[in-house]
């Protein structure tokens, strides 16, 4: 084969239409040897002689997308001294813009003897790895642009594409599972109609199905086992897995867009597939373990690990730092994403040991003129030392807020002095986000996600039910701050039916009310079920598919939520993009009267009623009036006047509505006890609440 030397840069496989060039990084090689392969995995090699500071390169005229390849490394093999080139394992590329085939159980992928791991493992891996593809680039984005949402009016769905897609009627069943099926018209008419701002997918770079749980009959659902930083996943993709994946997420973007949806990608940068120092070698490990992997300071067979899976990448590593920048820039650029959530952030904060918002990742995020310009939301907690960090984050990013989680569900299952915090959470966590000159755009409210029960098992379980994970029922988080409301489980009670039903909407309507950006759990607007599975990673099966056939009571739920969502969307007063002028904490009562508490006779709120421990009703005031900030267009914001009135006792609590200054008539708009609630009241008057109950009454603008 007719070989040129190449260049350095960019890294990857790039074809530029007339041949491709080849560029890794090693600084511990001492031979790079590129791999050519056809569809029986038959090799051609090509030995790579041509390197520029530790970037191996070369250009082959004859190469075109479609080519799998791969790499050999040859050079040190010494774990103790944290080296493991190993040539008998093909290797991906870590910059491959896509990836065929999935791993294997086989022990080939190991670099150790399974009888005695102090012994090499020199059998070849060429049919058990995956492969890297030459991707051809170019695509008809036609006039593809990123919805002009303002930060302040997204509303945040989470979807593993998945699950959503497997068992809708409507979606042809060969594209089922796929980006084509996230792009059918079907899934598209129900985000739309659910008045959705922002499709955040759940991991789409490509994963590694795990060995251990191929073994047990299972598979990495959820997709938290990176191995491909550049490549969608292959599993997902209705038309090929040797470059036709590119071109399908893209129209999968193109056709979100286009209804006028955003896409955020959760990316998990923090790790890798390859596991511990008993993991596989797939690629990273083999091409130069230490400038990838942070090791045991003393013990560099042993990976420093803060992320529960093994291994955690160098952040102080400058070729691991251009790595994931590369990877963002170029699902901006060339995938047209508008976003991303990363993974256990706090581990992509930790440059050394500890956890430090002044980084170099976040330097190099903030000085980035593509990726400081779209939406960043860390998971800012990880499993290491001083790992959780809601509220530690710098400017420019947003955090999903775990406080507002935990008080959320505290207070509406009952818990005694949760009502201050429970104020804070809805005025926007300014006590968490404002100290660092952010917006309440920092706080994603959520209150179910990917990761524990969904909003309906939330109401109706008290303990994870994970047995079908065959582990004992020993995975998963234990302190769900969940309440059955009397049953575990399913039940044919008509009270409790009707009570799990009230705090279903509770959670939703608080949300829709909070300062901040609210993530929707899929399936949550009509009350999907796990069975009480809070850790669903390895269930590829209706335990976590959502099911498309609605039930009178589900389809009554999903209207519930289509409204919610598209009153909001209506009032900017539910989304400042400021914070209230006034005290961080308790709702931030504002001195400019943009909110203000009462209690249920419809007195301001004092400080001894704010501490009674068991203070679990009171109305919030939103001064549509007073927001005191102009829109994007520079027009001042006036918008209606809303009371929120929460009663999470166990009794029904009489409301007693405010002086006439505040509004003279009030309408009902939701009422989670009764879906059918229109009521008019007049200032002064008294509002019967039910227990566990929320109302939302607008005085409309003017009157």
């Not at 992997?293 to 955690?312: C, E, K």
């Not at 710098?394 to 008080?407: I, M």
């Not at 039910?465 to 701050?481: I, L, M, P, T, V």
């Amino acid at each position: 084969m007719q070989t040129w030397p190449g260049t350095p840069y960019p890294l990857g496989a790039t074809f530029d239409g007339s041949g491709t060039n080849f560029a890794l990084f090693s600084s511990v090689a001492e031979r790079v040897e590129l791999c050519l392969l056809d569809e029986e995995r038959t090799e051609q090699r090509v030995e790579m002689t041509e390197m520029d500071a530790f970037v191996w390169h070369v250009y082959l005229p004859e190469v075109r997308p479609g080519q799998r390849y791969g790499y050999r490394i040859h050079g040190p093999f010494d774990p103790g001294s944290g080296d493991r080139c190993d040539p008998s394992k093909l290797l991906l590329d870590p910059y491959a813009k896509a990836i065929d085939g999935q791993i294997t159980t086989s022990n080939t992928l190991y670099s150790y003897d399974f009888e005695d791991p102090t012994k090499p493992n020199n059998e070849d891996s060429v049919h058990d790895n995956m492969v890297s593809v030459v991707i051809n680039p170019y695509f008809d984005w036609g006039h593809d642009r990123p919805p002009a949402h303002d930060y302040s009016e997204s509303i945040i769905y989470e979807a593993h594409l998945r699950g959503m897609t497997m068992q809708h009627p409507d979606v042809p069943e060969h594209l089922r599972g796929t980006y084509a099926g996230m792009a059918h018209p079907a899934i598209i008419d129900h985000l739309t109609r659910l008045g959705v701002t922002t499709v955040e997918l759940m991991p789409v770079h490509q994963f590694v199905n795990d060995p251990v749980l191929q073994e047990r009959g299972l598979s990495n659902y959820w997709g938290y086992n990176t191995i491909g930083f550049f490549a969608p996943h292959n599993a997902y993709s209705a038309s090929g897995s040797t470059g036709e994946q590119v071109t399908e997420f893209k129209a999968m973007v193109k056709a979100l867009h286009a209804a006028h949806m955003e896409v955020i990608l959760d990316v998990v940068y923090n790790h890798t597939a390859e596991g511990n120092h008993m993991g596989p070698t797939l690629s990273f490990k083999g091409i130069d373990n230490a400038s990838y992997y942070r090791l045991v300071d003393g013990d560099r067979q042993h990976y420093f690990d803060t992320t529960g899976t093994g291994n955690s990448l160098l952040m102080s590593s400058p070729h691991v730092l251009q790595l994931i920048m590369d990877s963002l820039r170029y699902w901006v650029t060339e995938m047209h994403v508008d976003g991303f959530r990363f993974d256990l952030a706090s581990t992509l904060a930790r440059q050394f040991a500890e956890v430090d918002r002044l980084s170099a990742f976040f330097d190099l995020i903030h000085q980035d003129p593509i990726i400081s310009q779209v939406k960043l939301i860390a998971e800012p907690w990880d499993v290491g030392a001083d790992g959780y960090q809601v509220g530690g984050f710098p400017p420019l990013w947003s955090e999903w807020n775990g406080q507002y989680r935990d008080t959320v569900r505290d207070f509406w299952r009952g818990e005694f002095s949760s009502l201050p915090q429970f104020a804070s959470r809805l005025a926007g966590s300014a006590d968490l986000y404002e100290h660092t000159g952010r917006k309440p755009v920092a706080s994603i409210n959520f209150v179910t996600a990917h990761d524990g029960f969904t909003m309906r098992d939330l109401v109706s379980y008290n303990e994870k039910h994970n047995e079908a994970n065959g582990e004992d029922n020993n995975d998963g988080e234990s302190n769900n701050r969940s309440w059955n409301c009397g049953v575990e489980g399913p039940t044919e009670d008509p009270e409790v039916i009707a009570l799990r039903a009230r705090q279903h909407r509770n959670f939703l309507t608080t949300m829709i009310f909070s300062q901040g950006v609210p993530m929707i759990l899929h399936g949550d607007e009509f009350g999907r079920t796990q069975q009480g599975n809070n850790n669903t990673y390895c269930q590829d099966n209706p335990i976590s598919w959502m099911d498309w056939h609605l039930t009178p009571t589900q389809e009554d739920l999903l209207e519930f939520s289509r409204r919610l969502i598209h009153l909001r969307r209506e009032h900017p007063v539910m989304r400042r993009r400021r914070f209230f002028k006034g005290a961080a904490t308790r709702g931030g009562e504002s001195d400019l009267g943009e909110v203000e508490w009462f209690t249920p006779g419809g007195t301001h709120m004092t400080e001894e009623e704010w501490n009674q421990p068991w203070a679990r009703a009171a109305m919030v005031f939103y001064n549509g009036s007073a927001i005191g900030e102009p829109d994007r267009f520079g027009e001042r914001i006036v918008d209606d006047d809303f009371l929120f009135l929460v009663n999470a006792a166990p009794e029904d609590v009489d409301f007693v509505l405010p002086a006439p200054v505040y509004g003279e008539v009030w309408k009902t708009v939701v009422n989670t006890h009764d879906d059918t609630d229109l009521s008019e009241y007049h200032s002064g008057e008294t509002v019967h609440v039910p227990s566990r109950t929320s109302l939302i009454l607008i005085n409309p603008l003017g009157k």
